[in-house]
T-cell receptor
Framework: NAGVTQTPKFRILKIGQSMTLQCTQD?????MYWYRQDPGMGLKLIYY???????DKGEVPNGYNVSRSTTEDFPLRLELAAPSQTSVYFC?????????????FGSGTRLTVV | EDKVVQSPLSLVVHEGDTVTLNCSYE??????LLWYKQEKKAPTFLFML????IEKKSGRLSSILDKKELFSILNITATQTGDSAVYLC???????????????FGKGTKLSVKP
């Protein structure tokens, strides 16, 4: 099915561990985003990409890194996990559809750092 | 600083009630305002508003934008228990910090519809 696929759905990390959250879209969208959502809060932008090979920081980039080697994939890397990174992470892509921009969100990754 | 403020933060109603959710925003350069419904997973798209005074409708849900007063409302009539969710308002600015249009989200309104 077309859309944005995130893996894993759940993960528990110990402080100081590292991991990569995977995000893949098969809609050939150029724009992709990583958001985090803390309890009772809206989504905050971590990193974004406007195309393969181009990435830039969002509002809350500290502690994260991204890469965009292909149009399809936009992985998010946590190098030294900290409890403050406990959150739900959403990947999204954007396209121009029917005269306006449409956002497609992945199903999210719930990360707990202990 | 660009921001989006939603009110109320939470709301409890009974089935059949009508609710109005509010979203106000301050954005340097406005492109569009979007409403999403979130039920413990990814936000699902409801409406996108770009012009003042034009009501968007989908079944029992409707929304309107006032670009002069910088706010939008989301109305839900004849509420059902399946409407229980967090409703997110987001604004897409033009060239937000060079980000080519990411979304700025409010904190959401948590709606609980009791039988």
């Amino acid at each position: 099915n077309a859309g944005v696929t995130q893996t894993p759905k759940f993960r528990i990390l110990k402080i100081g561990q590292s991991m990569t959250l995977q995000c893949t879209q098969d809609m050939n969208h150029n724009y992709m985003y990583w958001y985090r959502q803390d309890p009772g809060m809206g989504l905050k932008l971590i990193y974004y990409s406007v195309g393969a090979g181009i990435t830039d920081k969002g509002e809350v980039p500290n502690g994260y890194n991204v890469s965009r080697s292909t149009t399809e994939d936009f992985p998010l890397r946590l190098e030294l996990a900290a409890p403050s990174q406990t959150s739900v992470y959403f990947c999204a892509s954007k396209s121009w559809t029917g005269g306006y921009y449409g956002y497609t969100f992945g199903s999210g990754t719930r990360l707990t750092v202990v | 600083e660009d921001k989006v403020v939603q009110s109320p933060l939470s709301l409890v109603v009974h089935e059949g009630d009508t609710v109005t959710l509010n979203c106000s925003y301050e954005v340097t350069n406005f492109r569009s305002l979007l409403w999403y419904k979130q039920e413990k997973k990814a936000p699902t798209f409801l409406f996108m508003l770009t012009s003042s005074g034009i009501e968007k409708k989908s079944g029992r849900l409707s929304s309107i934008l006032d670009k002069k007063e910088l706010f939008s409302i989301l109305n839900i009539t004849a509420t059902q228990t399946g409407d229980s969710a967090v409703y997110l308002c987001a604004v897409e600015p033009l060239n937000y910090g060079g980000s080519q249009g990411n979304l700025i989200f409010g904190k959401g309104t948590k709606l609980s519809v009791k039988p």
